[in-house]
């Protein structure tokens, strides 16, 4: 018998998925079998704004789903983030270690230089050996972590699901949205991991992240490559993307230019031109939704065409060629296949395929 009951937690929206069914664990909410912890325990999967972040509910909840998902998770009514923040005193070689590990942290990018001076204050350093359970599944948020070596697995319900190869973070999911941890986290080697308390996280880091990602899911959810990612895998691509605007008739990409990243389009249209006997011909338009200079990243070879704003301006999300590398390889597929199309079009267009088979 499956009994489900949709509510609200005081200061914060989530959805509470009580499911009494041999306390039958969802994908979020349950937990790993080492957990010290008595099995009788109800199953709390949760939502949050949107899809991004979907817990599997079983089908009998869909309907209710729907009403619960149309509400917004609201940072600002959370008032979890009063009090000081921690500060952990650091040698300047534990410093400079610090840095190196969060250099390439996609959550602290929205970061003023000084929040980020606070998240380093508030970091410290865990030791972990081979066998360490750093997250259970179904516990409470404590800390979220970053990595500064060790390699990682990522369990959900037993089964493995991801790895972290001395790069990386995790537990912040937990802390972001209030909610029991998703996965367990067991550490396979020895290893160093710089910990955030959850008070800290969440009074530096929550409004911005979770601001950012509530921006770019609209745009997310609508790029058909897209969906060859898991919500959580887009939730992490949500980081990493920059605004960038353009006005009408600027140039955005030039042809023969090296790349360093592609864009997506939030607003308004682009045109794609190619140069052809020392004119450029218009090849494509680009519209909401859509996106272009991904070629040059997949291929490594210069810009294949110039791109320029059309149509009054236009707001694009960058993503830079390093977090391309890191997140889009489950739409590599995808994009060769659309490069594939590029090609039989170049064909038709120009009579040859001119340069991208040769790019290849
Ligand atoms: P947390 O605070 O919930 C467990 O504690 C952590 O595991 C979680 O934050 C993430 O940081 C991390 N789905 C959910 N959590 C994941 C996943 C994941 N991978 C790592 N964590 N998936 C793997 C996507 C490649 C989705 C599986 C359906
Ligand atoms: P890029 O990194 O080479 C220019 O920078 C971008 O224009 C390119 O990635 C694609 O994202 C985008 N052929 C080549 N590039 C194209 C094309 C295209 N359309 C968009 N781009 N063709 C148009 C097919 C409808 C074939 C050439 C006629």
Not at 105 to 126: I, T
Not at 156 to 162: L, M, Q
Not at 201 to 224: D, H, Q
Not at 300 to 324: E, Q
Request: glycine residues 6%; charged residues 25%.
């Amino acid at each position: 018998m499956a009994l489900w009951l949709v509510g609200w937690l005081p200061g914060d929206v989530v959805m509470l998925c009580l499911l009494c069914h041999h306390w039958h664990f969802q994908s979020l909410g349950g937990r790993h079998k080492d957990s010290t912890h008595t099995e009788n325990r109800l199953s709390v999967g949760l939502s949050v704004s949107g899809n991004l972040l979907a817990a599997e509910p079983p089908m009998v909840a869909s309907s209710r789903r729907k009403s619960v998902f149309a509400e917004a998770y609201d940072p600002e009514a959370d008032d979890d983030d009063d009090g000081a923040t921690a500060v952990f005193p650091k040698t300047d070689e534990q410093r400079a270690r610090l840095v190196e590990s969060v250099k390439n942290v996609l959550l602290f990018r929205s970061l003023e230089k000084e929040q980020m001076n606070q998240v380093l204050d508030a970091m410290f350093e865990r030791k972990v050996q081979p066998g360490d359970y750093i997250i259970r599944q179904g516990d409470d948020g404590d800390n979220f972590y970053v990595i500064e070596s060790g390699v990682y697995k990522v369990y959900i319900n037993d089964k493995h699901i991801n790895t972290y190869n001395h790069t990386g973070l995790f537990g912040e999911l937990a802390l972001l949205y209030n909610m029991p941890r998703a996965a367990t986290v067991q550490a396979e080697t020895n290893g160093l991991l710089w910990a955030m308390d959850r008070q800290t996280f969440r009074r530096i880091l929550l409004k911005s992240a979770f601001r950012k990602r509530k921006m770019y899911e609209e745009l997310l959810n609508s790029v058909p490559m897209l969906k060859a990612l898991q919500n959580y895998e887009r939730m992490n691509l949500a980081d990493a993307l920059v605004s960038k605007s353009y006005d009408n008739g600027e140039r955005i990409i030039k042809q023969g230019d090296a790349a360093d990243g592609m864009y997506f389009i939030e607003e308004g249209t682009v045109s794609v031109r190619m140069d052809q006997d020392d004119t450029e011909v218009e090849i494509s338009q680009l519209g909401k939704g859509q996106y272009f200079g991904e070629l040059a990243l997949v291929t490594h070879r210069p810009r294949a065409a110039s791109v320029y704003a059309t149509g009054g301006v236009v707001k694009l999300a960058f993503l830079d060629v390093k977090a391309f590398e890191r997140l889009l390889g489950p739409c590599m597929d995808i994009m060769k296949r659309n490069i594939d199309d590029y090609e039989s079009q170049l064909v038709k267009i120009f009579g040859s395929k001119n340069n991208i088979t040769d790019t290849r």
